[in-house]
Structures are given as structure tokens and as C-alpha cells.
């Protein structure tokens, strides 16, 4: 092994939070080394971004290249499982009328642009670099990495930034990351071309659809290919007994209205990706010498498409600690319990709606919106992303939104409970696809 480099800032992982965090940092004079195992462009699900990344993508001067490989997107589609007629709401109905659109991309592409943009910006980024160990001592971290051709290299860090996504590098080591029992679910997905779209404005909306056993995403992607997924409970894709592909065709007849916008076309490269969708979260997502950003700190369902927005505002927020523990670090503690807080806020406002979308008092919810004590316009400011800009009236419009559906629930006790019986049944099973990705052209 080569001696071991010195840097300020060592980043494990290239993807959306890493590419930002590491960018942010270098930007302040930093040494900031970034690693990233895989190879750009390299797939990676997740294609439906939300009006709050603009904002993040102006400040990391992207905006233009970004709106380049994407697909506008001004609002959401709902289809529901039982009705003739779908619901239509654009994000221009928060409180911040202004955040009214965002993209639909490619991850390929988004991923290796912001990646490219951090070394543009003074990282040193290197690719096929497997982060190996991590040891942390008083006077910093010891990071190993073993490289494509199986040389191993070190490097001497003051502070270390976890952006490995699922496989939460730092929360595995250290015994932090804990599954979400509230939650667990799988997906099928693959890309389609050819598939009907919305026409005109509401080309490149996202569709949400129902269906038995879960929902289906339905994104259109500007170089013509549709990005289709099923996200079910666990149990549905344990019962699979035919090749996946065939599996995923049934699946989709199971929704009327998907399969009909699907009846002419056809399976990009004839494959089909599975993935356990657990949700999980580290206890904790600081230290003194380490930050945990994105998906290596929590993941939620991505049934709002929130997982890019949230994955880049942490690392937004990371590096004003980073900047911290590096130049003022008695300031440290009390900057670790604000973030700590902050991290938590968008989880767990996209995570009560999450729990409960499948129930069908929210469903009907989302069918007829109503902004009665303005709630709709807090669902939207929800969904635009635009979740810490606002003031108290937002968080009001959100507790009224929660106010309305228990009240509804309440004067329909047979429904509810029937609604929560059946979902207390779908999450106790976990025992399908722990959390592997399956391609198949079978």
C-alpha cells in the first residue's frame, strides 16, 4: 500500500449528495478527495426530481445543463385503482407559487454531471475507488479504498463525509443503521418506449398508480423512454413464480390504465430490475470527525420523489458543519444538534403521508384536494420540496391536512380499520428480496 494522502475532506461516494458536498467544500479552498466505486455514467433508479432542487442546482451553477437532459415537469397525476377519472395538481399551488416545475432525468446523466461539476470545481475525484476501512483516531480518520485494477490506497483525513447511499458505509460500521419497521416494500422497474403519454403541458408529469398490491411511477424522460415501476409490499414479490420480466407484464395488467398507456410499446434492452426497498435510518448522522448525508444516512419509500432533493439540501447543510468542525470546532456540538434536527424534518413529513397513501381515506384525499384551512396548499409546498422555507403557516396547513384525514377516518371506522388491518398484515412480512438488484432478459 502507497503511503496514505493528506486531505481536509475525504467523501465516500459520487452520487448526488457527494458530488454537492464535495463541490460546496472545495469551492472553500479545500482539500476534498471524493470516491466513487462504480464507473459515470452508471444507472442508478430515481429520475423524478422536485421544484426544491432548483434552487440547489442554481447555487451549484448546473441549472442549465441540468434543464438540458431534462424533461419539464409541472405537477402529479393521480390514477386510482377504482374510479373512471384521475386527479390533476401542479406544484404552482404551494404557498411559493414560484415553485411551480422541476425535471424528469436520466440519473446516468444527472449523476456524472454534478459529479464532473465537483472536479471542475477543485475535488479530486476518483472513480472505480472502493472504500474499504475507515478508522477514525484523534487526530482524524485513515481511509483505505482498493482501486479497479486491485491496488490499495490511503488516505489521512481530518473529517469524513458517508455519501455511499444504500450501502451506509459509516452506519454499518457503526452499528447505527436501523430498519424502519413501519415501512417495507420492493419494486419492479424498467424503461419503456413508445409508452402514451399526457399530451401537451402535462406531458411530463409524474403518474402515480394504484393498484392491488401497491403503486406504480409512470415518468417520461426527454429522450423519448418512460421510466415505469412498480413499488409493492414485500410479500407480493415473494410470491413471484415465473421469470421477473413476465412477472412485471403481469403486474402491470393489474393496472388498467398503465397497461393501456403501455399496449405499444416496448422493454428497453428486455430488462428488468427488482430491489428491496426497506426503509431504514442511522440513529444518528454526526460525529465529531464524520457526517452521513443522502441515502447513506436514511431511506424512505420514493413514492414522492423526494430522495435527490433530500440527498443535496443535506449536503447544503453538511458542509456548513463540515466548515465548522474544520474552523470553529467549540461551536461543533451545538451545530451537530441543529442538524441533527434538521435532517429529520423532510423524512418525517414525506414519511407520514408514505405510511399512509395506500389507506384509502388518503387516497380519496388526494382524489378530490381541497385547500379547506389551506390544506392543499401545504400538501403542494410538500411535494415542491419547499419544506424549510416557509414559516408557520406552512406547518399549519400540514397539521390541518393531518386534522382533515383523521377526522374523516374517524366518521368511516370500518373503512379505517380495515384499511389498517391490512397494512399492519403487509408489513409484518420481510422476508422478500433483502435488498438485492436482480437485471434479467429472461
Known amino acids: 500500500m502507497e503511503a496514505?494522502?493528506?486531505?481536509?475532506?475525504?467523501?465516500?461516494?459520487?452520487?448526488?449528495?457527494?458530488?454537492t458536498i464535495a463541490t460546496l467544500l472545495a469551492r472553500q479552498g479545500r482539500r476534498v478527495v471524493m470516491l466513487e466505486k462504480a464507473h459515470h455514467p452508471r444507472f442508478h433508479i430515481g429520475e423524478s426530481l422536485l421544484p426544491g432542487n432548483v434552487e440547489l442546482f442554481e447555487k451549484l451553477g448546473v441549472r442549465d445543463q441540468v434543464e438540458k437532459i431534462g424533461m419539464p415537469k409541472f405537477g402529479i397525476e393521480f390514477v386510482p385503482p377504482d374510479l373512471p377519472y384521475r386527479s390533476y395538481v401542479d406544484f404552482s399551488e404551494g404557498w411559493n407559487p414560484k415553485l411551480d416545475s422541476a425535471w424528469q432525468v436520466r440519473r446516468s446523466e444527472l449523476d456524472e454531471l454534478l459529479f464532473r461539476n465537483a472536479t471542475k470545481e477543485g475535488a479530486l475525484t476518483l472513480e472505480g475507488a472502493q472504500v474499504r476501512q475507515v478508522d477514525f483516531d484523534d487526530g482524524g480518520a485513515t481511509v483505505q479504498a482498493v482501486l479497479d485494477d486491485g491496488a490499495r490506497r490511503s488516505w489521512r483525513a481530518k473529517f469524513v463525509v458517508d455519501a455511499s447511499g444504500r450501502d451506509t458505509l459509516l452506519a454499518t460500521k457503526l452499528q447505527s443503521k436501523k430498519k424502519n419497521t413501519e415501512h417495507n416494500s420492493t419494486a419492479l422497474f424498467g424503461h419503456f418506449r413508445g409508452a402514451r403519454r399526457l399530451e401537451g403541458k402535462r406531458e411530463g408529469n409524474i403518474s402515480i398508480c394504484w393498484f392491488e398490491h401497491g403503486w406504480f411511477w409512470f415518468i417520461p424522460l426527454v429522450d423519448g423512454t418512460t421510466s415505469v415501476g412498480a413499488v409493492c409490499w414485500a410479500y407480493y414479490l415473494k410470491a413471484r413464480d415465473k421469470p421477473l420480466k413476465d412477472y412485471f407484464h403481469d403486474t402491470i395488467a393489474l393496472c388498467p390504465e398503465l397497461a393501456d398507456r403501455l399496449k405499444d410499446a416496448t422493454?428497453?434492452?428486455?430488462?428488468?430490475?427488482?430491489?428491496?426497498?426497506?426503509?431504514?435510518?442511522?440513529?444518528?448522522?454526526?460525529?465529531?470527525?464524520?457526517?452521513?448525508?443522502?441515502?447513506?444516512?436514511?431511506?424512505?419509500?420514493?413514492?414522492?420523489?423526494?430522495?435527490v432533493f433530500l440527498a443535496m439540501q443535506s449536503a447544503f447543510d453538511g458542509a456548513e458543519l463540515v466548515a465548522t468542525a474544520l474552523d470553529r470546532p467549540a461551536e461543533l456540538p451545538a451545530a451537530r444538534r441543529a442538524l441533527e434536527k434538521r435532517m429529520r424534518v423532510g423524512p418525517r413529513d414525506y414519511s407520514w403521508f408514505i405510511y399512509r397513501v395506500t389507506n384509502p381515506t388518503i387516497r380519496d384525499m388526494f382524489m378530490h384536494p381541497n385547500n379547506a384551512f389551506n390544506a392543499k396548499q401545504g400538501l403542494m409546498s410538500l411535494l415542491a420540496a419547499d419544506i424549510h422555507n416557509q414559516g408557520p403557516a406552512y406547518?399549519?396547513?400540514?397539521?390541518?391536512?393531518?386534522?382533515?384525514?383523521?377526522?374523516?377516518?374517524?366518521?368511516?371506522?370500518?373503512r379505517t380499520y380495515a384499511g389498517w388491518k391490512r397494512r399492519a398484515g403487509n408489513i409484518r412480512d420481510h422476508g422478500a428480496l433483502k435488498g438485492e438488484t436482480i437485471q434479467t432478459s429472461d
Request: proline share 4%; net charge negative; with cysteine.
Open 4 to 19: 496514505s494522502q493528506e486531505c481536509d475532506v475525504l467523501v465516500i461516494g459520487g452520487g448526488p449528495a457527494g458530488s
Open 267 to 307: 422493454l428497453v434492452d428486455d430488462v428488468v430490475h427488482a430491489t428491496g426497498n426497506f426503509s431504514y435510518a442511522s440513529t444518528h448522522a454526526t460525529g465529531e470527525r464524520y457526517l452521513m448525508v443522502g441515502d447513506a444516512f436514511t431511506f424512505i419509500d420514493p413514492m414522492f420523489s423526494s430522495g
Open 395 to 414: 406547518r399549519q396547513s400540514l397539521r390541518m391536512f393531518k386534522l382533515i384525514y383523521y377526522f374523516v377516518s374517524l366518521i368511516h371506522p370500518r
